[in-house]
């Protein structure tokens, strides 16, 4: 069974810093006393992906035993996607892009290109 852990959008203004936006996670797999720490290696995990990846790159990692996919656009706006090993990436970078893309209809880039959150 495929998995999908965590989905984040951020707002990267400069080559320095990624500004995270939403972020969803679904934790249910890993044992309650497991998940603070989960979440936190995983957001941490998706900011450093978002802030070393250069506009207009797709890239995957693997990290330990998940795959981390990471969109920028050319407008600034990333997505980062933690996944399963088995997760196929062309459908993860689907769905970074239709997620990416209303993001941007649902909320209009004056509102999400200030710096706060």
Avoid at 6 to 11: Q, R
Avoid at 49 to 73: I, M, N, P
Wanted: proline letters at 3%; glycine letters at 2%.
């Amino acid at each position: 069974m495929v998995r999908l852990y965590a989905i984040s959008v951020f707002y990267k203004p400069d080559l320095s810093k990624a500004i995270e936006k939403k972020a969803a996670y679904e934790l249910s797999s890993f044992g309650f006393f497991n998940r603070s720490s989960v979440r936190e290696f995983m957001a941490f995990t998706s900011e450093v992906l978002a802030q070393r990846t250069s506009t207009g790159e797709r890239r995957t990692v693997k990290e330990q035993e998940y795959r981390c996919h990471v969109y920028v656009r050319s407008d600034c706006l990333a997505c980062v996607v933690i996944a399963d090993s088995d997760y196929p990436p062309r459908v993860v970078f689907t769905l970074m892009s239709k997620v990416l893309e209303m993001f941007s209809s649902d909320f209009p880039q004056s509102s999400w290109s200030q710096k706060s959150r």
